[in-house]
């Protein structure tokens, strides 16, 4: 201690007056944080030594509630910096599994356009028988599980009973001498 006062002093010296933090003791052997403003003065062609002491417990005291606070706070963002990440990280999953979802929806949205055109070839009789059951034969595997139902395909390629629906659902029933009428 008397080493740190020393260099304290010498400080003084140097800079032509110093303040430090030091600790002083009480007769009751109580310890507490003093701020030491200290300066040499000349009277009289003698050098002095003026020290102005303060009790710095209070703004200690403060100053370490301050610093719980603060490094509370840093907890709590970066609590909050790991909930947004992660909230960050699950939304990117959503969009890519919706632009995924989007994309396989406009690819089944081609394929039973493709689908009910040749549907539509096949039922007005203009498509030739061959093409029209390999037509009729992919429309079923594709949509059945899925769209509707073909539920009975006839001799030549074409439907003489097409019947179409959403499975559990209302379905229409297509053949050639009626266009279009409810089961």
């Not at 009789?125 to 029209?132: H, L, M, R």
């Not at 395909?153 to 499975?167: F, H, I, Q, S, Y």
């Amino acid at each position: 201690a008397a080493t740190q006062e020393n260099d304290q002093l010498a400080l003084v010296r140097e800079r032509d007056g110093h303040v430090y933090e030091t600790m002083h003791r009480k007769k009751d052997g109580f310890v507490f944080p003093v701020e030491v403003s200290a300066r040499v003065i000349e009277a009289g062609g003698s050098s002095f030594y003026q020290n102005i002491i303060r009790d710095i417990s209070e703004r200690k005291a403060t100053e370490q509630e301050l610093k719980r606070y603060r490094e509370q706070l840093e907890e709590m963002i970066a609590g909050r910096t790991e909930e947004l990440r992660m909230s960050n990280h699950q939304l990117r999953r959503v969009v890519e599994v919706r632009r995924l979802k989007e994309s396989r929806i406009l690819r089944q949205d081609r394929l039973l356009n493709a689908i009910n055109r040749v549907l539509g070839e096949t039922l007005s009789g203009d498509t030739d028988p061959d093409i029209s059951r390999i037509g009729l034969k992919s429309a079923m595997d594709l949509t059945e599980s899925t769209t509707g139902f073909i539920e009975e395909l006839r001799a030549k390629g074409r439907a003489d009973v097409l019947v179409m629906g959403p499975p559990g659902g209302e379905a229409n029933v297509f053949s050639h001498s009626d266009d279009n009428a409810r089961l």
